[in-house]
Structures are given as C-alpha cells and as structure tokens.
C-alpha cells in the first residue's frame, strides 16, 4: 500500500487483524483520489470487539471490508464521500466527524450516523 500500513487497522480491542487486500488496495487509491491524507479511527473488529459482539451477525469491520475515516470539516467529508461513490463503495455512512466505507456485496446503502 501507498499510503497506509496494515497496522493501521488493527482491531483496537485485541490487535487482530484479518483485513481483505482488495479492500485495502481500493482504500488506498480513495485516498490517492481524494488528494489529501486521512486517518483510519476504525479498521478491523474482531468478533469479540464490544461493538461487534453484540450483533446477530458479523458486520463489514469483521469481514475486513470496512473502514471509518476521520473527517476534519464538511468539505473535506464532501470530497471522500463524492471518490467513495466513483470509486464503487458500496456501503457508505456519514457522521459528523468521520465517513465509513465498505465494500458490502449485498444492496448498496448510504446512511446518516
């Protein structure tokens, strides 16, 4: 990867990580695309992670296919989630200080945190 190390999205719970490299290279040309730098808050969540074990089911941070990346002020939030859509993420979740992204194979969503 150009711009980030597979530490970056170790679970923050137990250090494990089983990240999919589709999804880290495509991750890597967003930031490419976007033309500035960013900060993973969230990558990899391992089953046991206290958000991840209380859902029915995995979710796309256990499948290694999603990510949270900190957003700094709305223009900036504007242009990740404008390369995420060309860029075909198919999950997209936007809060106020972060945007989520994955790579889903179910419906493509957008949501508001």
Known sequence: MRYFN????DCQETGNN????????????????????FVITSGYRDPSHS???????????SQGIAADIRIRNG????KLASEAFKAGFTGI???KTFIHVDTRKT???????
């Not at 089983?18 to 730098?37: I, V, Y």
């Not at 223009?75 to 504007?78: D, H, R, S």
């Open 93 to 95: 979740g936007i809060a």
């Open 6 to 9: 597979v530490s970056d999205f």
């Open 51 to 61: 958000i991840e074990s209380r859902k029915s089911k995995p979710g796309t941070h």
């Open 107 to 113: 419906t493509p969503v957008i949501w508001i945190y």
């Open 18 to 37: 089983d990240m999919c490299q589709d999804f880290l290279d495509k991750l890597d040309a967003l930031r490419h695309n976007t033309g500035f730098p």
């Open 75 to 78: 223009a900036e939030g504007y």
